[in-house]
């Protein structure tokens, strides 16, 4: 069963950290590109970061440059999401997505997605 699952998410107050983290079970991560997202309660689901299958190439939304640092260790067949001063408009669930190879911030572009984790900034 092709399957990612999202974990990390939790309660942080404004200014903190979380690492959400992304496995992947009964296929590679290698040959995909992987996309993280997020969706807040009556919005649309927003591309956070995505990186490449090929040579690692990153890409980050505006509103997260800066703060999120997107990563993947093949060896372990999971991607990262780091996720420093935080902010209460990053509040939203936060999603995995593999696709591509190419890297893009396009939700139809990924094949395969988590089930999200919730991830609030709030004091």
């Known amino acids: 069963q092709l399957q990612l699952v999202e974990s990390g998410g939790g309660l942080v107050q404004p200014g903190g950290s979380l690492r959400l983290s992304c496995a992947a079970s009964g296929f590679t991560l290698d040959y995909y590109a992987i996309g993280w997202f997020r969706q807040a309660p009556g919005k649309e689901r927003e591309g956070v970061s995505c990186?490449?299958?090929?040579?690692?190439?990153?890409y980050y939304a505006d509103s997260v440059k800066g703060r999120f640092t997107i990563s993947r260790d093949n060896a372990k067949n999971t991607a990262y999401l780091q996720m420093n001063s935080l902010k209460p408009e990053d509040t939203a669930v936060y999603y995995c997505?593999?696709?591509?190879?190419?890297?893009?911030?396009?939700?139809?572009?990924?094949?395969?997605w988590g089930q999200g984790t919730q991830v609030t900034v709030s004091s």
């Open positions: 990186i490449s299958s090929s040579d690692g190439s990153t």
């Open positions: 997505a593999a696709g591509g190879p190419r890297a893009t911030m396009s939700p139809y572009e990924y094949d395969y």
